[in-house]
């Protein structure tokens, strides 16, 4: 059956520069080294940006969702691993290999500061670290437990003795305060053009917003934040008619390069209207409180973040629950990446909190290949079909 023709589509010209950014964003990033600035990567919502700008050093995403780098990768690592970790180790392999250079910046980067989350990235941290010097934050796995915050908080200090020690630079309160407001700033953007998602007729498609949320810890935030701003602006005045089934997408980040779903949901004619999820509303949701000490409120918000690496999750839950209302979502696709036990298996209570809920889910578990598109879509359809 032939994709949907959609009716009614509008053009966003402020999209563009999220689309094209990539080559301008690789000259900057070229151009800050030779500065003297200190290149910064990370692979997870844990590691506070803030912190990073703060001692003056600019930060780039290494999360790969493109499948050219698995093959490299699977040199070192495991076939049966998540692709998310196989594509982001193999894009550093591929550096250092000269192989493609299609990722430069994977190249360009001084130190990458870590996560202890799931266990595949933690056992590839100890790879990449004989590649790229790898600082490794560790987590509260159970983020509810008495000690929890002031566990992470320590870890935050810590990470902010590495960063002063990478860039020789103090991070002062002022400076982290300024970088908390900013961000803040960013988060309420998102919020307002979520707003606008919640309508009746969503101006913004879901496969546009991923494009611009992939974006928003690889650009430089003030250049994300600008752009966010104009695309606000032209949200404001469009609107789409004809839209079909409301979807919420939840589970697993969609890395750059990574749109497999999204894409094959929209064009057999459903309406992407929110993600659960780390290209989501996961990445900006909580404001840091800017009343408080700065450590202690960066630690408070992150720490809220409801990956499936935590222990009970049952914020993530909730959280789906409340989305799934206040964006009248018809039904859910439940995304995962092979191999991603802590979104696989928290599925099931997810499932049954949307049953009791009535809200229909579809539950896809695929890779970066493109060998089950056809079969992902004839579930697509059939679920659709249900809905409408
Ligand atoms: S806060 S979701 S960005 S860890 S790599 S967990 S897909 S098996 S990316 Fe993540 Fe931070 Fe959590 Fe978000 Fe699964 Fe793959 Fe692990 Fe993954």
Redesign the pocket.
Do not use: D, Q, S
């Given at each position: 059956m032939n994709d949907k023709i959609v009716e009614n589509d509008i053009f966003l010209k402020s999209l563009d520069f999220f689309k094209d950014a990539f080559p301008g964003r690789i000259n900057q990033i070229l151009k800050s080294k030779e500065e003297g600035k200190k290149i910064v990567g990370t692979?997870?919502?844990?590691v506070p940006d803030e912190l990073i700008y703060a001692c003056g050093a600019d930060r780039v995403i290494l999360?790969g969702g493109r499948s050219a780098p698995i093959e490299a990768a699977e040199e070192y690592l495991p076939r049966n691993l998540?692709p998310?970790?196989k594509s982001s180790f193999g894009s550093v392999i591929d550096q250092k290999c000269s192989k493609t250079k299609s990722c430069p910046h994977f190249g360009l980067v001084d130190l990458i500061v870590a996560?202890a989350?799931?266990d595949?990235?933690k056992k590839m941290y100890e790879l990449l670290n004989q590649y790229i010097p790898t600082h490794v934050m560790d987590l509260p796995q159970k983020p509810e437990n008495q000690n929890a915050l002031e566990y992470y908080i320590k870890e935050l200090e810590s990470l902010k003795d590495v960063l002063e020690k990478l860039t020789g630079n103090k991070i002062t309160e002022a400076q982290l305060k300024n970088e908390i407001k900013s961000a803040n700033k960013t988060r309420k953007l998102l919020h307002a053009i979520y707003e606008l998602r919640k309508k009746d007729s969503p101006p913004i498609r879901g496969t546009e917003m991923l494009k611009v949320l992939q974006q928003m810890h690889f650009l430089s935030p003030d250049e994300f934040r600008k752009n966010l701003v104009l695309l606000l602006d032209e949200l404001k005045v469009k609107k789409r008619e004809n839209i079909g089934p409301r979807i919420m997408i939840s589970g697993?980040?969609m890395a750059s390069g990574n749109t497999k779903v999204p894409e094959i949901i929209e064009k057999r004619g459903g309406m992407i209207v929110v993600e659960e999820s780390?290209t989501g509303t996961?990445a900006f949701w909580d404001l840091v409180d800017e009343t408080k000490e700065p450590m202690r409120a960066l630690a408070e918000r992150y720490l809220k973040?409801p990956?499936?690496?935590m222990y009970p999750n049952n914020r993530r839950i909730d959280q789906i629950l409340k989305l799934a209302g206040d964006f009248n979502v018809g039904g859910v696709v439940y995304y995962t990446?092979q191999?991603?036990?802590?979104?696989n298996i928290e599925k099931y209570r997810v499932a049954e909190a949307l049953k009791k809920a009535g809200i229909p889910l579809l539950s896809i578990e695929t890779d970066y290949s493109a060998a089950d598109t056809e079969q992902i879509k004839t579930r697509v359809d059939a679920f659709l079909e249900m809905l409408e």
């Open positions: 692979l997870c919502l844990y999360c998540c998310l970790i996560e989350t799931c595949g990235k697993c980040p780390c996961r973040i990956c499936a690496c990446l191999f991603c036990h802590g979104y």
